[in-house]
């Protein structure tokens, strides 16, 4: 039986995948499993204020208390958890995926994501539900609360992370796309509160049109917005903003691993870069680890997902990890990717400097990257299957330190990745298609 929860808790088309029972039973899971004060926030579904419904229930029918903080970020949501004292906070959201998915995912009372085992223990009750004798009767079953002025409270907190370094955005003109997702009620506000003149796209939402070509995923619409508004510098969130890209007043476009550069260099150059080292997966692009080795930052890499990065970061207490997509921790202000902290950060880090975001981004070259993903009858056999590491050892001797390669399986399909990265895009695409072609036949 395939497990409930995936890299990002439990996920799938909603009311048939990801249906209300599931919501109700997980509902219940979080006040047994992590106590009766429970938050929960939502990005912009239409099926949120069902599974929401659906989840609230299953925690009162515990005799928990739901606190409902609405429509909130991702990280809206971890730090209210904190601030507000709760058990737990659960997100209702499928993050960058279509509006036809939706998600659930839970914050333990610090504000981190469960860790595996604790996420087997709320399957199980899922599977087998709760026993009637086990269940609170009449004035014993919980409340639902509103939680007035959420998106005030991680507003505000945003902005304090910037006015607390003496920085503002007076004179920095920015062009927004909040991918008719949660950062519509927050990314805007904070970046006005701030002093910069904020021109949004998208900030309207019908529930059926997160992340429909748009926001962080589909960079277009904040292209076009650039051009013809002149803006300095380009934001795009993804449905739940934990995550965001930028974009220069050239175009350019600046991904999770410039990011991470520019405000690892910041942090060290002011003496807060714990340990002078920065967390990454193996996916980031060989040019960050360069940068990273030039100015004197170890850079440790984890396996792909955020709560990869922000495990390494909380066993050896480094400040800054993040990826290329745009997921960035910053644990001195958050406990999970904040799309809208790492925006703010970065622009900090440009007005210290006195530089635009192009020529901050700079620090980094990016390396011709192509990925290759190879339709497989048996990903399980990769490990043992030798003509494939031969053939990867081949190519990573060839290439030497001018490149690398990365083979791994896909967590959710029948998927061989495999990934080349060189100094000479047409090394790079040769050396991938070469290698896809060797795993195509063998698996």
């Given at each position: 039986m395939a497990?409930?929860?995936?890299?990002?808790?439990?996920?799938?088309?909603?009311?048939?995948?990801?249906?209300?029972?599931?919501?109700?039973?997980?509902?219940?899971?979080?006040?047994?499993?992590?106590?009766?004060?429970?938050?929960?926030g939502k990005d912009t579904r239409l099926s949120g204020d069902m599974l929401e419904?659906?989840?609230?229930?299953?925690v009162m029918s515990m005799g928990g208390t739901a606190l409902l903080a609405g429509i909130i970020p991702?990280?809206?949501?971890?730090?209210?958890?904190?601030?507000?004292?709760?058990?737990?906070?659960?997100?209702?959201?499928?993050?960058?995926?279509?509006?036809?998915?939706?998600?659930?995912?839970?914050?333990?009372?610090?504000?981190?994501?469960?860790?595996?085992?604790?996420?087997?223990?709320?399957?199980v009750i899922v599977r087998e539900g709760v026993p009637a004798e086990q269940m609170p009767a009449g004035d014993a079953v919980g409340v639902a609360i509103p939680?007035?002025?959420?998106?005030?409270?991680?507003?505000?907190?945003?902005v304090k992370t910037v006015t607390d370094a003496g920085v503002d955005f007076k004179g920095l003109t920015v062009a927004l796309d909040t991918g008719h997702g949660a950062s519509s009620l927050t990314s805007a506000e904070a970046l006005r509160a701030l002093g910069a003149e904020v021109i949004a796209i998208n900030e309207d939402f019908d529930g059926t049109d997160i992340n429909v070509e748009c926001?962080?995923?589909?960079?277009?619409?904040?292209?076009?917005?650039?051009?013809?508004?002149?803006?300095?510098?380009?934001?795009?969130?993804?449905?739940?903003?934990?995550?965001?890209m930028l974009v220069d007043a050239d175009g350019g476009e600046i991904d999770g691993d410039m990011v991470e550069a520019v405000c690892a260099i910041d942090l060290k150059e002011r003496g807060l870069l714990a340990g002078d080292t920065v967390v990454s997966t193996v996916m980031c692009n060989l040019g960050f680890v360069h940068a990273m080795r030039d100015a004197g930052i170890?850079?440790?890499?984890?396996?792909?997902?955020?709560?990869?990065?922000?495990?390494?970061?909380?066993?050896?207490?480094?400040?800054?990890?993040?990826?290329?997509?745009?997921?960035?921790?910053?644990?001195?202000?958050?406990s999970t990717g904040d799309g809208l902290v790492t925006a703010l950060q970065f622009l900090a880090a440009c007005r210290r400097a006195g530089k635009t975001a192009g020529e901050m981004a700079r620090v980094m070259t990016r390396f011709p990257q192509r990925l290759i993903n190879v339709r497989v009858k048996d990903k399980h056999a990769l490990p043992d299957c030798a003509p494939v590491w031969d053939a990867v050892k081949a190519a990573e001797e060839e290439l030497g330190e001018d490149?690398?390669?990365?083979?791994?399986?896909?967590?959710?399909?029948?998927?061989?990745?495999?990934?080349?990265?060189?100094?000479?895009?047409?090394?790079?695409?040769?050396?991938?298609?070469?290698?896809?072609?060797?795993?195509?036949?063998?698996?």
């Open positions: 497990r409930l929860f995936g890299t990002d808790g439990v996920r799938g088309v909603a009311n048939t995948e990801l249906t209300c029972e599931m919501a109700f039973r997980l509902g219940q899971a979080a006040v047994i499993k992590m106590g009766k004060s429970i938050l929960v419904s659906a989840l609230a229930a299953g991702t990280p809206g949501v971890a730090l209210l958890t904190r601030e507000l004292a709760c058990d737990a906070g659960v997100v209702i959201s499928a993050s960058h995926n279509p509006p036809e998915y939706n998600g659930i995912k839970f914050f333990d009372a610090q504000g981190f994501k469960l860790p595996d085992a604790v996420e087997d223990e709320f399957e939680v007035e002025d959420a998106c005030r409270i991680y507003i505000d907190h945003a926001g962080s995923t589909h960079l277009g619409p904040l292209h076009q917005l650039m051009q013809e508004s002149g803006a300095d510098v380009g934001i795009a969130h993804d449905g739940d903003a934990d995550r965001v170890a850079v440790e890499q984890t396996k792909v997902g955020d709560r990869y990065v922000l495990e390494r970061m909380r066993e050896r207490g480094y400040v800054l990890g993040g990826e290329q997509s745009g997921h960035m921790i910053f644990l001195e202000h958050n490149g690398r390669v990365l083979i791994r399986t896909s967590g959710t399909e029948p998927l061989v990745r495999v990934m080349v990265e060189a100094s000479d895009e047409s090394v790079a695409n040769s050396v991938c298609e070469r290698l896809a072609q060797v795993v195509e036949a063998e698996l």
